[in-house]
């Protein structure tokens, strides 16, 4: 097998504990994983209303911030929701961050949905043409050009200071349509794919991007996959310990009809496995470190570049996760570097 680089994918859901009490918990497992080998850690966005837990922080950036002086991973945003960003902010913030770690700062950005979209009253019919924007107007706003004027973005003036890598970080684009992938190709440095995109979502959307970046003429890409993982030294055991965190994360999932199979979960009746194992077919990678690499083949013939392993979803127990990683970082990663 070609090597498959391994990432970290933050969870901070969470009703009863702050982001400061879940960043102790994860400094450790982040420490481990970085001497295991593993490459970046990434952190996602979301804005919870109404008092209740949240499944990923509202600004990834100040997590990763958090983060910066502990680990000497990459750092990723996966995704940033790129619509409800001023870009103008959004360059100063992200050149901070890019200097605070010493240009190891990847952005991936996405869309959203609707309701983002509606909390902060961004036009949703803008939104495919916003972001094209957004994403030319980082660039030459991370390159200190004098000037921009578009339809969305416009700003006089370069801006300081400047990252540390050259160009700015490289930005990932995340989406499940086709005018997603091509964005990645003809704007992007990677495709990002999500934790609810399934394996048959994945192969079309890496197809997609592929064809586009050879009809641009541009290098292969790069593409990462976002992807839950538990790992023990029994299948059973795996599903027996990380069953119900799975079914949490992917019940949610099914509410907001985001994967194929999501209106068969939601029929289904609570601690119902069967229903569970079915839905997280092709999502969620449960099992040994030898049956997780077997399965990730699959991902390595697509040409994948990273597997973002999400160990500690839905509240997951931090043991179990931290096995996961483990195993992961002692034995899955062998036999992805074969």
């Not at 009863?16 to 593993?38: I, N």
């Not at 890598?165 to 490289?170: D, E």
Request: a negative charge; aromatic letters at 6%.
């Amino acid at each position: 097998m070609a090597r498959l680089e391994l990432g970290v994918f933050l969870d901070l859901a969470t009703e009863s504990r702050t982001l400061g009490e879940h960043m102790t918990t994860w400094q450790p497992l982040l420490e481990r994983a970085e001497a295991l080998g593993f490459t970046s850690v990434w952190a996602g966005e979301s804005y919870p209303r109404g008092g209740g837990g949240f499944q990923h922080a509202p600004d990834p950036l100040l997590v990763l911030a958090a983060l910066s002086r502990v680990t000497r991973m990459r750092l990723g945003t996966g995704v940033l929701l790129l619509p409800v960003w001023d870009t103008l902010k959004l360059a100063y913030d992200t050149i901070v961050l890019d200097q605070l770690s010493d240009g190891r700062l990847e952005l991936g950005v996405g869309l959203g949905a609707a309701p983002t979209w509606k909390q902060f009253g961004v036009d949703p019919a803008t939104i495919g043409a916003r972001v094209d924007e957004q994403i030319v107007a980082l660039r030459a706003l991370w390159a200190g050009e004098a000037s921009f004027s578009g339809a969305y973005v416009s700003f006089d003036g370069a801006i300081g200071p400047r990252p540390v890598q050259p160009g700015g970080p490289p930005i990932w684009v995340g989406g499940k349509i086709g005018r997603s992938a091509r964005r990645a190709a003809e704007l992007g440095d990677g495709y990002l794919a999500g934790t609810h995109f399934g394996l048959g979502l994945v192969r079309t959307q890496v197809e997609r991007y592929r064809a586009a970046l050879a009809t641009g003429g541009r290098g292969p890409g790069r593409v990462a996959v976002n992807r839950i993982v538990v790992l023990a030294d029994d299948a059973e055991q795996a599903w027996a310990e990380g069953g119900p965190s799975i079914e949490r994360l992917l019940r949610m999932y099914a509410k907001l009809k985001m994967f194929k199979g999501a209106d068969e979960l939601a029929a289904a009746p609570a601690g119902d496995m069967d229903a569970v194992r079915q839905a997280a077919a092709g999502m969620c990678l449960v099992g040994t470190p030898e049956s997780v690499a077997a399965e990730l083949g699959a991902y390595l013939e697509l040409g994948i570049d990273q597997i973002q392993l999400r160990p500690a979803p839905g509240g997951m127990p931090a043991a179990v996760a931290a096995r996961t990683l483990e195993l992961a970082g002692s034995r899955l990663l062998p036999l992805l570097e074969g």
